[in-house]
């Protein structure tokens, strides 16, 4: 075989049985053997295409998201899909074509260093340079995509590798052996937490991404806070972890979070994090945070060694994947009634669940034009017990998603956590839809999103999967709007998109039918329509353009600092 078709051989190997590109002069050779080996390679209309859709079936289906670009331009445009999936722990592979290595460095047509550029947002990438490393190189970073904190790899061949002549096999190749200190596990440490949690009146358990990445793990997390009566909020990345209408469950914390979860966030007197990082948008201002939370037991679980202390020092630091972490806890569990200590504290956050519950009610009402609330409560209605895969672009409609939407199980809420990434959404509904066509996939995407990756609809309408798509078009950037409105005098610059397209038309044509919904009954029917269809329909949403997201913490903030119009100070603070 020659290189090309030793790579497609690989990932077959591997069981890959979707991937995600787009050829061009260099790869020619390579897809060529994707013709060959009828290898399952889903062409996307674009590279960052390509990028989301392989993010969007990892983050499904904790499978490795493989993606295939060219040299130079297709490369580059694979960068924002990796600093994606890096934020996020997302494992994906990216395989790219280089020109020839006699041709290396010389600026030849299409040349571009691909692995200077995506050092600092790849888990580690490769330039082979000698045919004999491309399948050890293939090997290690294929592992390398799921060992620990999941993450992306990027592997760049020459052409003339391409087109080389490749010995050796997969069986042949010599495993890798990296060598790090041990680490300091769950079981080292159990004693010391359970010693913590008992002398707490307030604790929270906080679970994060690494909760839903672990598998298996939000079985046993479950288990233990029921064993505990401890309160629990996830971040953003870790919706899904812990049923929504579990009765410890406090929802979402952060910047758009509910009241009760920021709440305990700001007054808990012992934060047991798993699985988090602690970014800008859950503790606002480390120091103040920590200034505010003096006497605070934090106790940091996380599978990277990097994140713990890194933006909050704790006192307590297990390096742990968190299934394992909440398995070993679980077994090392004293026979100690712990929850008779903080009741009134369960109490309290019960109390701000309900009025906060109440005021969601009432955003549910039918109104022309349409609450976002208002939408993602009625397609949850109708999809209730279905298990569907919810995706989100970014902007206003993600926050709205993440509060209104109540998922039913874990890897069904795909978005884009760390990089913030408009364009995601569309084609991550594709690669989540991929991964598992038997299941609905709804999507929820504003209108300035959705014309980043628009072309991505040629794909959508090829594969004519069941991707539900619904459009809030509030006629401008909702979220930057926002802040324009309440912290920059209302000064709507560059913000305002009016003069957006017919989507309806352009879905259709694409071939992809669909309507438009501007009150109660327009969606009702445009949602029956949609979920009559196998395949993919689009429903243009108009959408009250006033809108905003609450509750709101403004940046650099305190969770005290919650805005919420609707409940009062005491409330909001406990």
């Not at 674009?46 to 993606?67: D, I, N, R, T």
Request: glycine content about 10%; charged content about 20%.
């Amino acid at each position: 075989m020659n290189g090309a078709e030793a790579i497609i051989d690989f990932l077959l190997r591997k069981g890959v049985k979707h991937a995600f590109g787009y050829p061009g002069g260099p790869v020619i050779v390579l897809f060529d053997a994707i013709h060959k080996f009828h290898f399952p390679s889903i062409l996307t209309r674009h590279e960052q295409g390509a990028a989301h859709a392989a993010e969007g079936y990892a983050k499904a289906s904790g499978l490795p998201g493989v993606m295939l670009a060219t040299s130079g331009p297709g490369a580059t445009n694979l960068v924002t899909g990796l600093a994606d999936a890096y934020l996020d722990s997302v494992p994906v592979l990216a395989i790219t074509g280089a020109v020839a290595r006699k041709a290396t460095g010389t600026d030849a047509f299409q040349e571009a260093d691909i692995t200077g550029i995506t050092q600092p947002v790849t888990k580690y990438n490769y330039l082979v340079m000698k045919a004999d490393e491309l399948l050890p190189v293939l090997e290690e970073a294929w592992n390398l995509t799921t060992e620990g904190r999941p993450g992306p790899v990027l592997v760049n061949v020459p052409k003339d590798i391409l087109s080389s002549p490749i010995g050796g096999s997969v069986q042949t190749i010599q495993p890798y052996a990296r060598h790090r200190p041990p680490r300091i596990r769950t079981r080292a440490l159990s004693e010391q937490v359970y010693a913590a949690i008992g002398k707490s009146q307030r604790p929270l358990l906080l679970a994060g991404g690494g909760c839903v990445i672990a598998r298996h793990g939000t079985d046993d997390l479950k288990a233990f806070a029921e064993s505990l009566q401890i309160p629990v909020a996830t971040t953003l990345m870790g919706k899904g972890s812990i049923a929504a209408d579990h009765p410890l469950y406090l929802g979402n914390l952060g910047m758009h979070g509910t009241p009760q979860a920021n709440t305990a966030l700001g007054n808990c007197d012992l934060l047991l994090a798993v699985g988090t990082r602690f970014s800008d948008r859950i503790i606002g201002d480390p120091e103040l945070f920590a200034q505010q939370g003096s006497g605070r037991i934090i106790i940091h679980v996380d599978i990277d060694l990097a994140e713990i202390g890194k933006n909050i020092r704790s006192d307590i630091e297990i390096e742990d994947d968190a299934a394992a972490f909440f398995e070993e806890m679980l077994s090392a569990r004293p026979d100690t009634a712990f929850s008779d200590s903080w009741r009134a504290w369960l109490d309290q956050l019960q109390t701000i669940r309900r009025r906060y519950s109440q005021l969601v009610q009432d955003m549910y009402e039918d109104t022309a034009p349409l609450r976002p609330q208002y939408i993602v409560h009625q397609v949850a209605e109708r999809l209730k017990g279905q298990n569907p895969i919810v995706v989100t672009d970014v902007g206003q409609h993600q926050m709205f998603a993440a509060q209104h939407y109540p998922v039913e199980s874990p890897r069904s809420f795909i978005t884009s956590g760390g990089l913030g990434t408009m364009g995601f959404g569309l084609p991550a509904a594709i690669g989540a839809s991929v991964s598992d066509p038997e299941r609905t996939t709804v999507l929820f995407c504003g209108d300035g999103g959705f014309q980043m990756t628009i072309q991505e609809l040629g794909t959508l309408a090829k594969l004519q999967l069941p991707v539900k798509i619904l459009i809030f078009d509030n006629s401008c950037l909702g979220m930057v709007r926002q802040w324009q409105e309440l912290f920059f005098d209302k000064r709507y610059s560059n913000t305002l998109l009016d003069n957006n397209p017919d989507f309806v038309a352009i879905g259709q044509a694409y071939g992809i039918p669909g309507g438009r919904a501007g009150d109660g009954a327009s969606l009702t029917a445009e949602l029956e329509k949609a979920l009559a269809v196998p395949g993919p329909y689009l429903i243009h949403c108009a959408v009250d353009p006033e809108m905003n997201v609450y509750p709101m913490i403004p940046a650099g903030k305190m969770p005290q600092d919650l805005i919420m119009p609707g409940m009062d100070e005491p409330e909001r603070q406990g």
